[in-house]
């Protein structure tokens, strides 16, 4: 997932046998290992030494698709053939759908200047939107982009999944809240750990084969993980992705995942750090 990009780096996940293929912009194909983590925690400022092995996996680059080099994304999906993007910072914050192959925009929506756009998540006929610190989440209509409603967050929106019943909401710490569609109302959360540390920074989300799979903000690490207990199954090290990319900025970090059920692929997108200085 490489959030900002002209040729942005999407990381395909095939599945097949123990492989797995993460593409979009970059195509990637894991493979596993197992070995001990040191997890920068950027925000937090300090190194997480990890006590205990997981499988890990790596990645090459299979494929690469366009995408546009000043777009801050913070929301990323793949439905029905195309790609469904939110982007956020005040002023440039939109929900577009995007042709994957030659990064053409379909359809796209503004936010006003007041909002900070963040992750989406397409439920039925429904888009989700979620707003940085507006405590607002915004719903379209999937085929319009017409709004057909609002709810209210509690607290900071990051990053949104789906797991066929709850929204899953992942707000810059350690915990996931599964929230009802209908009403955007809590009805559990679990807290995210690894080697018995609790893992803040969680940003954008996909729910992929009974996993949830989050970006950990300002790292090249994602966690994939349990839904029900809150513990890492794995982790992808995408070290050196970004690099490959042609970048908007030099604080470009790694958010987007989207996931191709039938292509069996996940596309990944980097980009600039829109919360830095805000």
């Known amino acids: ?13 095939h599945e097949s046998e123990q492989y797995y293929s993460m593409g979009e912009n970059l195509t990637i194909r894991l493979r596993r ?3 001990l983590l040191f997890l920068l925690m950027c925000c937090a400022s300090f190194l997480l030494q990890a006590q205990e092995q997981v499988p890990r996996y790596g990645y090459k680059v299979i494929n690469t698709y366009p995408h546009n080099i000043n777009s801050f994304t913070q929301g990323l999906l793949y439905h029905e053939g195309f ?3 939110g982007t956020g910072k005040n ?7 995007i042709n994957l192959d030659d990064g053409e925009v379909l359809m796209s929506k503004n936010l006003s200047q007041r909002y900070f756009g963040e992750g989406i998540e397409i439920v039925g006929e429904k888009i989700y939107q979620l707003t940085w610190q507006s405590h607002l989440v915004f719903v379209y209509d999937k085929s319009s982009f ?4 609002s709810h209210y967050n509690a607290t900071e929106g990051w990053g949104l999944a789906y797991d066929g019943e709850h929204l899953i909401l992942s707000d810059g710490t350690a915990t996931l809240q599964f929230m009802d569609p209908e009403t955007f109302a809590p009805q559990r959360s679990v807290q995210v750990e690894y080697a018995g540390n609790a893992i803040s920074q969680l940003n954008e989300l996909e729910y992929i084969n009974g996993e949830v799979w989050a970006n950990v903000w300002q790292t090249d690490y994602i966690l994939r993980i349990d839904p029900a207990t809150g513990g890492v199954n794995s982790i992808i090290d995408l070290s050196g992705l970004s690099e490959q990319t042609q970048l908007g900025s030099s604080e470009a ?3 987007g995942i989207a996931w191709d059920a039938e292509g069996k ?5 980097t980009s600039p750090s829109p919360r830095d200085g805000l």
């Open 1 to 13: 997932v490489i959030r900002h990009t002209r040729s942005d780096h999407s990381a395909v996940i």
């Open 33 to 35: 290992s197992r070995t």
């Open 83 to 85: 790609l469904f993007e």
């Open 91 to 97: 002023g440039q914050s939109s929900l577009s759908k």
């Open 146 to 149: 017409d709004s057909v409603g």
């Open 253 to 255: 970090v790694l958010n």
């Open 265 to 269: 692929r996940c596309l990944l997108y």
